[in-house]
C-alpha cells in the first residue's frame, strides 16, 4: 500500500539504504558462520534498537543457536547520551561455558557497549563478542573492540531498522538520519 502524503513527507532522509543494509548483514552472518563453525553460539539481543537487525541476522547464521534478550536504557529521549546505563531486561540463564555474541545497534560513545561486555564477562563465558551494525567512530569514548562491524557512520544521529529517536522510526526499512536539534 503507497505510503500516505502526511506520513512520506516527514520521512527521515536516508543514510543507509536497504538494499546496502541487507548485504553488509549477509556478509557479518557469513563472517560469524566461518568463525564459528562447529561450535553452538548464545546470540544475545540488545533491546530494544538492536531487534531488527538481530531478527534478520540470525535468520542467516547457520550454527546451533540460543537467542537471549537484554534491555538496557541509556538515552531516555535524548540525543545525547546520559552515560548511565540501566538494566531494563536482564538475562536468566547461565552464560558460562557459552560462546557469546553481543548484538547492537549502534555505538556512539562506547560507554553501553562496554558496560554490557564488562558486565557480561562476569558470568564467565568461554568466548565474548560484539557486532555492532553502526557506529560513530568520531564520538567514541572509552577503548572498545568491536568484532563484527557493519557501517561507520558520522556524527549524525540515526534511525531506523529498529533505531529510534524517543520511541519514533524504528519501522523504517532503511538507516535515516535527524538534524540535530531535531
Ligand atoms: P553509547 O553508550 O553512547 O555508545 O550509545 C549507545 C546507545 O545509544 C545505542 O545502543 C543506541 O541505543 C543509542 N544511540 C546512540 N547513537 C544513536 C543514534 O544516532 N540514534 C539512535 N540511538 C542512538
Ligand atoms: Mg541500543
Known amino acids: 500500500m503507497p505510503m500516505s502524503n502526511e506520513k512520506s513527507s516527514k520521512l527521515p532522509k536516508v543514510l543507509i539504504p536497504e538494499v546496502k543494509l541487507q548485504s553488509r548483514v549477509a556478509e557479518l552472518a557469513q563472517e560469524i558462520n566461518h568463525d564459528y563453525k562447529g561450535k553452538e553460539v548464545t546470540a544475545i539481543c ?95 569514548k572509552t577503548d572498545i573492540d568491536i568484532d563484527y562491524l557493519g557501517f561507520k557512520i558520522g556524527n549524525e544521529f540515526a534511525v531506523g531498522y529498529g533505531i529510534d529517536f524517543a520511541g519514533k522510526h524504528r519501522e523504517l526499512p532503511y538507516i535515516g538520519y535527524l538534524e540535530h536539534g531535531h
Open 46 to 140: 540488545i533491546l530494544k534498537g538492536s531487534f531488527i537487525f538481530f531478527s534478520d541476522i540470525i535468520r542467516q547464521i547457520d550454527l546451533p543457536l540460543v537467542c537471549e534478550f537484554l534491555g538496557v536504557s541509556s538515552y531516555g529521549n535524548k540525543m545525547v547520551s546520559s552515560g548511565e546505563v540501566k538494566i531494563t531486561l536482564d538475562i536468566h540463564e547461565p552464560l558460562e561455558k557459552k560462546h557469546v555474541i553481543i548484538f547492537e545497534d549502534i555505538v556512539d560513545s562506547g560507554l553501553t557497549l562496554s558496560y554490557i561486555t564488562s558486565s557480561l564477562k562476569t558470568r564467565k563465558p568461554a568466548s565474548l563478542k560484539t557486532c555492532s551494525l553502526l557506529m560513530k567512530p568520531d564520538c567514541l
